[in-house]
């Protein structure tokens, strides 16, 4: 299992709940609720823009930082992303349980696994970290049942083929988002979960490089 302890090593909770004998599980998932509770209680206190998603009665908020890197690039999260990957999920019963989306700019990787998601079930907020771009592979019908997705997902990222037709056969290429908001359906307790991505040796050094180089600049400016 991925080890996060080095990220939360300075949270007071954390330090505490140690020195109080409390189990190291207990105590990182503690320190992670820390470490997000002031985003959702101010967010342009701690450097976030909050806009919303809104379907019906229900509506999600979306954090994003406030703070500009210049080098991002592709790497910075835009809250119009945000909702459109929202607005073309099949299924929008199973957006009921999320409530906060927060993009978290910071590269979290050690011995080659990384942090890409926490979703923490109490407030039902994902936290969405910097992370090597990727996608989760699944067959149309496996992963959405009965409701086909009508959208060619391998191509959202290029703003000019947002929306393109894709056949019911098609082998879907799904956003790490989606897979995390089909996995929520499936949750039984209220424990954190961590979605990792072990990289192989063909990652592109150089990204993960520029990814770290990111996670500084926010660091910095105290993300």
């Known amino acids: 299992m991925f080890d996060i302890k080095e990220y939360y090593l300075e949270n007071s909770l954390l330090m505490e709940s140690v020195k109080k004998g409390a189990s190291p599980e207990?105590?990182?998932d503690d320190a992670?609720?820390?470490d997000i509770k002031p985003i959702l209680i101010n967010p342009q206190?701690?450097?976030y823009n909050n806009e919303l998603f809104k379907r019906g009665k229900h509506s999600?908020?979306?954090?994003?930082?406030?703070?500009?890197?210049?080098?991002?690039?592709?790497f910075s999260v835009e809250p119009d992303y945000l909702r459109f990957l929202l607005s073309i999920y099949p299924d929008k019963e199973e957006l009921l349980p999320i409530k906060h989306i927060i993009a978290r700019?910071?590269?979290?990787e050690s011995g080659r696994i990384q942090l890409v998601s926490l979703f923490i079930?109490?407030?039902g907020c994902i936290v969405l970290y910097l992370s090597y771009p990727h996608f989760y592979t699944f067959n149309n019908g496996e992963f959405f049942g009965k409701e086909?997705?009508?959208y060619d997902l391998s191509s959202i990222q290029n703003p000019h083929y947002l929306g393109t037709a894709a056949p019911e056969s098609q082998i879907l290429s799904v956003p790490p988002l989606f897979y995390i908001i089909k996995s929520i359906t499936k949750k039984l307790d209220y424990t954190i979960d961590k979605y990792l991505l072990r990289l192989n040796n063909s990652a592109n050094e150089q990204t993960l490089v520029r990814l770290d180089e990111i996670s500084h600049f926010y660091n910095r400016h105290g993300y």
Do not use: H, L
């Not at 954090?63 to 991002?72: E, G, K, W």
């Not at 700019?105 to 979290?108: A, K």
């Open 60 to 74: 999600i908020n979306i954090y994003t930082p406030s703070a500009y890197c210049p080098f991002a690039g592709e």
């Open 121 to 123: 079930p109490s407030p």
């Open 45 to 47: 206190k701690s450097g």
């Open 26 to 28: 207990t105590s990182y």
């Open 148 to 150: 086909s997705f009508s």
């Open 32 to 34: 992670v609720s820390q």
């Open 105 to 108: 700019p910071r590269f979290i």
